[in-house]
């Protein structure tokens, strides 16, 4: 349950989204949808315990919450709140309320002019992957903290004659823990950036400085400034070479005789656009850590699409944070919102890392069934302990309409993460199967199972779970 820390934090944040909101809401639609979910859930092993040390349960969860979606010409909003209330038969001692809101809005405050993004996240989060961790908030495992994280950031843009486009933009974030034990924080960035208007010819630059700031509860604080020039010329009709130079002045924590993380950067590349349908970005850089690369690749088909990024960054757990994806979700299961799985979160630290992310994704759609396939890769080197953590993964997932408002659902999923300082590997298997019913527009069901597995170096967190639900959920 939130603490008095965090509930100040959110109220902070529904002001801010509220003052934003006051000017621009004549012009926009308002929409308030309340709704309720309710699912029985049985598990052979709630603890997620070895072989030989499970305990059983059936736990029933109660999930009221609402949506709101604002749509307008100056204000956009979209805000998901849920309660979910669990309760155990067996282990009634782990009887508890969790909540969990994101929001995401933009409001135009002076028209083609100044603008105001806003985000916030409240939900709970694994504090260290290395030890057990619950895989949701059914299971009596712990290791888990509520986090709320938010950022506003105004901006101002303005064209300038026909030469360029630029834009001024302040941001403020906040990433607060209900554990004590962790490292809050506080991040402010400038920005600066202008770039060419679009061209006939497809030539183009952006020029960009940025400064950010990382204030933690009791870490050496971080910087980051960065000044980059890049250039876009078209070498056919279809091809165009990219250009980057800058330098970089960072300051954070590191290990003894480490890299100075300052110095002039590059980046040379190509662009291919085939069609519309396909495009296709690569390069290679250098950084003060060494060599560095990106790719991005985009391609359309009749009936699927798919999706590569390749990127290579400093990062921050408050950051990932602050720019982790905002779900807006259709129903609710046993494990609260729906959602395709991300990629799996680092330890909660104040250290700063070089991370090295390859994601890749797949969609078919056909008729009454479709494809879901998701792949990635994540490399993670920390600046001061000098740990490092490899994860991949895969998750497929079928849906196929096989009756009227009926679905069948099938998935599988697979999650290999290395922990350097403990020289382990973990590898994690799911597979479920559910099938869902929909009663009108406002209310569906629905009834499945999951298996869950995880074999280790370390037979202590090795654990496998079983798992039944039935949920039925309405909206209003």
């Given at each position: 349950?939130?603490n008095n820390k965090l509930g100040r934090e959110s109220l902070r944040l529904a002001v801010l989204m509220a003052l934003a909101s006051g000017g621009a809401s004549a012009w926009?639609?308002?929409?308030?949808?309340?709704?309720?979910?309710?699912?029985?859930?049985?598990?052979?092993?709630?603890?997620?315990?070895?072989?030989?040390?499970?305990?059983?349960?059936?736990?029933?969860?109660?999930?009221?919450?609402?949506?709101?979606?604002?749509?307008?010409?100056?204000?956009?909003?979209?805000?998901?709140?849920?309660?979910?209330?669990?309760?155990?038969?067996?282990?009634?001692?782990?009887?508890?309320?969790?909540?969990?809101?994101?929001?995401?809005?933009?409001?135009?405050?002076?028209?083609?002019r100044l603008f105001l993004d806003a985000r916030g996240l409240y939900t709970q989060q694994i504090v260290n992957p290395e030890a057990p961790a619950a895989l949701s908030n059914l299971f009596l495992v712990g290791n888990r903290t509520d986090v709320f994280a938010y950022s506003v950031s105004?901006?101002?843009?303005?064209?300038?004659?026909?030469?360029?486009?630029?834009?001024?933009?302040?941001?403020?974030?906040?990433?607060?823990?209900?554990?004590?034990?962790?490292?809050?924080?506080?991040?402010?960035?400038?920005?600066?950036?202008?770039?060419?208007?679009?061209?006939?010819?497809?030539?183009?630059?952006?020029?960009?400085?940025?400064?950010?700031?990382?204030?933690?509860?009791?870490?050496?604080?971080?910087?980051?400034?960065?000044?980059?020039?890049?250039?876009?010329?078209?070498?056919?009709?279809?091809?165009?070479?990219?250009?980057?130079?800058?330098?970089?002045?960072?300051?954070?924590?590191?290990?003894?005789?480490?890299?100075?993380?300052?110095?002039?950067?590059?980046?040379?590349?190509?662009?291919?656009?085939?069609?519309?349908?396909?495009?296709?970005?690569?390069?290679?850089?250098?950084?003060?850590?060494?060599?560095?690369?990106?790719?991005?690749?985009?391609?359309?088909?009749?009936?699927?699409?798919?999706?590569?990024?390749?990127?290579?960054?400093?990062?921050?757990?408050?950051?990932?944070?602050?720019?982790?994806?905002?779900?807006?979700?259709?129903?609710?299961?046993?494990?609260?919102?729906?959602?395709?799985?991300?990629?799996?979160?680092?330890?909660?630290?104040?250290?700063?890392?070089?991370?090295?992310?390859?994601?890749?994704?797949?969609?078919?759609?056909?008729?009454?069934?479709?494809?879901?396939?998701?792949?990635?890769?994540?490399?993670?080197?920390?600046?001061?302990?000098?740990?490092?953590?490899?994860?991949?993964?895969?998750?497929?997932?079928?849906?196929?309409?096989?009756?009227?408002?009926?679905?069948?659902?099938?998935?599988?999923?697979?999650?290999?993460?290395?922990?350097?300082?403990?020289?382990?590997?973990?590898?994690?298997?799911?597979?479920?199967?559910?099938?869902?019913?929909?009663?009108?527009?406002?209310?569906?069901?629905?009834?499945?199972?999951?298996?869950?597995?995880?074999?280790?170096?370390?037979?202590?967190?090795?654990?496998?779970?079983?798992?039944?639900?039935?949920?039925?959920?309405?909206?209003?």
């Open positions: 349950m939130p926009a639609d308002w929409e308030f949808t309340p709704r309720i979910s309710v699912s029985e859930t049985y598990t052979d092993n709630v603890t997620q315990a070895p072989r030989g040390f499970e305990r059983d349960d059936w736990i029933t969860s109660v999930n009221p919450g609402f949506t709101l979606d604002v749509d307008g010409e100056r204000l956009d909003l979209l805000a998901n709140y849920d309660l979910e209330a669990l309760y155990y038969i067996d282990n009634s001692d782990g009887n508890d309320l969790y909540h969990r809101f994101t929001a995401d809005g933009r409001a135009e405050l002076l028209k083609d105004p901006y101002y843009k303005q064209e300038i004659g026909n030469l360029a486009l630029a834009e001024l933009r302040y941001g403020y974030s906040s990433v607060d823990y209900e554990d004590e034990d962790l490292s809050d924080s506080e991040g402010n960035r400038v920005e600066l950036l202008a770039s060419s208007l679009p061209r006939s010819d497809g030539r183009g630059w952006v020029a960009d400085y940025a400064y950010d700031k990382l204030e933690f509860d009791d870490f050496p604080d971080a910087r980051f400034e960065r000044v980059t020039l890049g250039l876009r010329q078209p070498l056919t009709g279809r091809t165009s070479l990219l250009l980057g130079v800058g330098y970089e002045d960072n300051e954070f924590e590191q290990a003894p005789g480490a890299e100075d993380p300052s110095g002039f950067l590059w980046t040379v590349g190509l662009a291919w656009n085939p069609s519309t349908l396909t495009s296709l970005e690569v390069g290679v850089g250098e950084r003060f850590f060494g060599n560095t690369y990106f790719l991005r690749f985009d391609h359309r088909t009749r009936y699927g699409t798919w999706s590569v990024r390749y990127e290579e960054d400093l990062a921050s757990t408050a950051q990932l944070e602050i720019d982790r994806e905002l779900l807006s979700p259709t129903r609710l299961d046993e494990t609260g919102f729906l959602e395709r799985p991300l990629v799996g979160f680092p330890r909660i630290t104040p250290e700063i890392f070089l991370q090295k992310l390859l994601v890749g994704s797949y969609t078919y759609e056909r008729g009454t069934s479709r494809v879901d396939v998701d792949a990635y890769n994540v490399r993670r080197e920390f600046e001061v302990s000098g740990d490092e953590d490899n994860e991949t993964g895969a998750v497929a997932t079928w849906t196929w309409g096989f009756a009227p408002r009926t679905d069948l659902i099938l998935g599988g999923r697979w999650r290999q993460r290395e922990f350097s300082d403990l020289d382990r590997v973990d590898n994690g298997y799911g597979a479920d199967l559910s099938v869902v019913q929909e009663f009108g527009e406002r209310a569906s069901g629905g009834v499945g199972y999951r298996y869950y597995r995880l074999d280790s170096d370390d037979p202590t967190v090795e654990y496998r779970v079983n798992l039944l639900f039935a949920e039925y959920s309405m909206s209003f």
